[in-house]
């Protein structure tokens, strides 16, 4: 494939970089990190949306790396004050102020490809909301990659699995679709199942098609228990729970609930070896009345590797650094 | 004592700390600063509140001694949305990124202690909202700490003093409570005066108990003036006088008002060795119809300290972070 | 003239200081920065109002003289609570915690004087806000100063210069005011033409009046385009739009309306070698009702030079900093 330049889509990578290329130096960077490879460059967070996690991932990767880092404190004032410019423009400006790359947190799909259009040096696309319309208009691709080096430093392997993914609600769509269809373009002999609120169930049939497309043996179901006894991965997607309980009352009348948070049951089916991952935060808005999909009471599970994920996600943040710049 | 490894309460701490640790270690600090003692070392600020003084003195702080910090910014914006995850989680991902420390601002009273009891790294607690359940239950070490430290800078001595305190509002009782205990603890010969609204009173009984176990000398006064002429120390903690106009109320009618700011009368009893303390922000919603606590017309008063104080909070923010890092 | 020691207004400056400092420093930063030049120094930014390029133009030249830099980030947030404290008392503190310099955007003008006349470190005013009172009672020097560079390195020259200046809306009023009150004073034979909407009028009599005092010849106008064709320079502030759909509203009735915007008329009159400038953020709140006044579709015309403009604040950002702080 031809070297990448930006970081837009999950389209742009297939097996072989992440053979030679991704999985490699996110290996390195699990030992020790090169403290001068970005010396004397600064990268620009370009944060249009608020971020705890990926923000972070990357800000120390910069530093650790020996560069610096910058943002955008005011987006959020400008845009109150119908005062912001077009990103394009500030993606000129930056130019301008020479930052080496600038990692971009749209508020629209499609943002960080706008920017990377006018853009002098790489652009990062460090996630973009949930959006309905066509299947890849919006990506989150740093999260998906990172999960899919959470899956192989896990499991030892990226090929042969059993990937269940519960994707909450439609607020974590974009994780989920940018997730299954990076594993559906560089996973072999990938079986994926959905446990899928039933009246969410349209939400991903464009997905479904296109994981067909590429080969993948994709169902999707209405509660997590029929496919946890062989599941090798249990991806829970953010839920915004607050949401959920609307969801939820799409149930046909008698209808028995199905099952989309994990519990002891869960626990009881799911195999010893298999890994349990959540993006963070999790919990969004649980409650008495509407379970968490990742109890606290579990943490402590060692098949909860969702703070592993976490920190792999800041070690791919460093890994997708250096490939951009640091060579 | 056993060796500090975070700085969660003023209970912590006793006179051989502070003599052996906390003041050399403050003192060097007024001198030089050992410019690579927290190289390589990044700090984050968990600042779930706004602060000025306390967040810019530790960051400073940081650089000063050759390490670098992180904050998060969003901690608004995600509490707007519901989307805030716990601090337990929180501080899981920034241990996972390998923060060196977590500086902790909580917004309720024992947000540091559910850090700490996470942490794989030392939290310092930057300073809890004031808080009406027990004595304690609420903290704020590290200005307690700096404001010993510049007792002792300005006095040369912390025995055999008489500090009167003027705990302005129930807005500054963590400030009050943190200082007046870890004085009682520590300094020898110690009489206290609280010098309080009689509305507010009861805010100050557990107090008082906790003072007279620790075999100080306190009394609750309704006006300065009539401790001032003996004082060594006299300090402010900030009011909000939006809310103290509604205090002044309860008077008793008829009763002659006491007097809780500074002016000239007391500027005039108080002696020439005496140092006047306030942990600023100063004047809050001071206006004509309510006086501000320490008029901008008597700063130039070589008593007043406030500024050399808050200098203080920031040298000993670097003593903390080189005590629990740097070594 | 005496040595410069704060940056807080354009009457400061003399041509003398433009040749022999301002002008040799930028061009000496358009080759190499000198990376240690601010070594172990830490500028504060104290912004009380949000600035996307401002406060980047110079929070990157700091690092790339090698410099640190702070912030206040919760500036409204302390504003929404009531508990600011005055800017007297926050330079106070930050000298006590020993910053090289504080860069002030004030919330109201005079904010940078008055934080300058307690300050112990070099103050630069970042941008004031526009004020109706006197001339010169609210101040951006460091635009107009970048600006002045701009011309000089667009054209070769700052001298026999015609500048046309679109003042927007009342909003921009302080940038037009210092950039034409600097060039009045450093600038050779100028011509001074200001395109002012008719209401507006009003707002720039007494710049007029500077001006004329300064030997300047200038007039206004209400239209572009008997300007356009012996402009040297074509110099848009921002415009609120938002706002000018009210402004139209007072022309005369039946009155032709005149062109106040970058149009391809315009672009016909304009000579080859003239320059099109622009502060950014440009076309705020432009629909399709209330025209663009430097549209995206002629920002590869080679005259439009708004994006160098604001490489060159970032230029001139270093260069003011080398001169304070880097001797």
Do not use: K, W
């Given at each position: 494939m031809e070297s990448v330049r930006h970081i837009l889509r999950v389209e742009q990578f297939d097996r072989a970089w992440v053979d030679d290329?991704?999985?490699?130096v996110t290996q390195r960077l699990l030992g020790e990190w090169p403290a001068q490879a970005l010396a004397g460059k600064e990268i620009f967070n370009l944060f249009q949306q608020p971020s705890f996690l990926t923000r972070l991932a990357f800000s120390r990767a910069v530093r650790r790396l020996g560069g610096q880092h910058e943002q955008a404190d005011f987006e959020n004032a400008f845009t109150a004050e119908g005062r912001r410019q077009t990103i394009e423009d500030e993606v000129r400006i930056l130019n301008g102020l020479e930052y080496a790359a600038i990692l971009v947190r749209a508020d629209t799909a499609g943002g960080a490809e706008r920017a990377a259009a006018v853009s002098t040096v790489p652009v990062i696309n460090a996630g973009e909301p949930a959006h309905r319309a066509a299947l890849g208009s919006a990506?989150?691709?740093t999260q998906a990659l990172s999960d899919l080096a959470t899956i192989e430093h896990a499991l030892g392997r990226i090929d042969g699995l059993?990937?269940?993914?519960?994707?909450?609600?439609?607020?974590?769509?974009?994780?989920?679709?940018?997730?299954?269809?990076?594993?559906?373009r560089v996973c072999r002999e990938l079986r994926l199942t959905l446990a899928v609120r039933p009246a969410l169930t349209p939400l991903f049939n464009e997905l479904g098609e296109y994981l067909a497309a590429q080969g993948?043996?994709?169902?999707?179901?209405?509660d997590i228990?029929?496919?946890?006894?062989?599941?090798?991965?249990?991806?829970?997607?953010?839920?915004?729970?607050?949401?959920?309980?609307?969801?939820?009352?799409?149930?046909?009348?008698?209808?028995?609930?199905?099952?989309?948070?994990?519990?002891?049951?869960?626990l009881d089916l799911l195999p010893q070896a298999a890994v349990i991952m959540h993006p963070l935060p999790r919990n969004i808005g649980a409650s008495s009345a509407v379970?968490?999909?990742?109890?606290?009471?579990?943490?402590?599970?060692?098949?909860?590797r969702c703070f592993e994920q976490a920190r792999m996600k800041h070690v791919v943040a460093g890994a997708l650094l250096y490939i951009l710049l640091g060579g």
């Open positions: 290329t991704l999985l490699p990506q989150h691709p059993h990937v269940v993914i519960v994707p909450g609600d439609g607020a974590s769509l974009v994780i989920v679709q940018s997730l299954a269809m990076l594993l559906g993948v043996e994709c169902r999707i179901v209405h228990r029929p496919a946890a006894s062989d599941a090798d991965v249990l991806y829970f997607a953010q839920a915004n729970n607050l949401h959920l309980g609307v969801a939820e009352r799409y149930r046909a009348p008698g209808e028995e609930p199905g099952v989309f948070v994990l519990t002891q049951e869960i379970p968490a999909e990742l109890p606290e009471a579990f943490t402590g599970d060692p098949r909860v």
